[in-house]
């Protein structure tokens, strides 16, 4: 094939793949010009906004920003493709699902469809300082919350990243067998599994299930005491499993971002990671259950308490640079 030809045809793939992916701030611009002065209103806040970095998964009436389900089609489509733009399509269909979640829910609890406590309406955008070269966007709910911050026009903090599911089985109705935190679940359950007794031993720190995920409130992360089982204690295919576990945490965050987390975590050593579970073995419903991964600088919480082990909260958290933290910390460091 002539070169030219082919030189074409090449610069024609990446034209079209740069208009398929347009940056953060292209994509948030275009979802912002979309929305009425009312919705902006409600949406643009400060960086320095207490909003910003205070955050919450269950129900609550004083949530604010712009509520998702008052959008018009055209700009729900602008949103998601911010939410895209920033985090990648999994996060799109993780929002999709945790909405639909909350329908299910509400027809579980037998609660009419016009119920204002089960409300698939009632999830909030906020943007802080939008325009800026440090600027973040924060989505949350009932049983999520998603907080980023972009900087040049990159994720430079996804984190804390909060998904939840109620049920985490769907055991009646029409979506029935529905598992919405499914990989969550079975990865670390495999991993379990794949422990010697002598490893379980040392994992396995309690017979109880914590009632809810310990970094739940604080608005700094919380590193717990418990040793667990460390990294260097595991084979090399188990060290693999945790990876693939602490790894799909990282990119449900921000698939774009995750890439530069997983550097950060091999530079500090994964040697640094230890495991803990506790509660019953089996991950059913009526089994409750709990585990937690963590190093001095990452934590990842999974609790399944309520609702007789039938009701999920996850979490990852960054101990440095939830919201952002490490610019402070940058700022201070190099501007005094």
């Known amino acids: 094939m002539n070169r030219k030809i082919v030189l074409f045809i090449l610069l024609s793939v990446v034209i079209k793949l740069n208009a398929q992916s347009p940056g953060i701030s292209a994509a948030a611009k275009a979802f912002v010009s979309s929305v009425t002065p009312a919705q902006k209103d409600e949406m643009m806040k400060s960086f320095a906004d207490s909003a910003r970095t205070k955050w919450d998964f269950v ?53 009419p469809v016009d119920d204002k406590y089960r409300d698939t309406t009632k999830y909030f955008i906020q943007l802080f300082d939008f325009g800026q070269k440090t600027w973040g966007w924060k989505f949350e709910g009932h049983h999520i919350c998603i907080n980023y911050v972009i900087k040049d026009d990159k994720v430079y903090s996804s984190t804390p990243n909060i998904h939840c599911s109620n049920p985490a089985v769907v ?25 010697s007794t002598d490893q379980k031993a040392k994992a396995i720190v309690s ?49 774009l971002f995750a890439k530069d987390i997983e550097t950060k975590m091999a530079k500090l050593g994964w040697d640094k990671f230890s495991f803990v579970w ?54 201070e460091k190099e501007h005094k």
């Open 59 to 111: 129900p609550r009436e004083d949530r604010t920003g712009t509520r998702i389900g008052y959008l018009t089609p055209e700009q729900l489509s602008k949103f998601f493709a911010m939410v895209s733009a920033t985090a990648g399509d999994q996060m799109v269909e993780r929002i999709k699902n945790i909405r639909l979640h909350e329908a299910i829910l509400r027809a579980i609890e037998k609660r």
């Open 171 to 195: 055991l009646e109705g029409p979506k029935q067998g529905y598992t919405l935190l499914k990989p969550e679940r079975d990865m670390a359950k495999a991993f379990l599994d794949a422990l």
């Open 207 to 255: 017979a109880e299930t914590p009632k809810d995920i310990i970094n739940y409130k604080p608005r700094k992360a919380l590193l717990d005491t418990f040793a667990g089982l460390q990294w260097k204690e595991l084979g090399s295919a188990q060290q693999m499993k945790l990876k693939e576990i602490i790894l799909y945490y990282v990119n449900r965050s921000s698939k």
């Open 278 to 331: 506790m509660g019953s073995q089996e991950v059913t419903p009526g089994h409750q259950h709990y585990y937690r991964i963590q190093s001095p600088d990452f934590i990842i919480e999974y609790d399944n308490y309520q609702n007789n082990g039938n009701h999920v909260h996850s979490i990852l958290r960054d101990v440095k640079n939830d919201f952002g933290d490490a610019l402070a910390e940058h700022y």
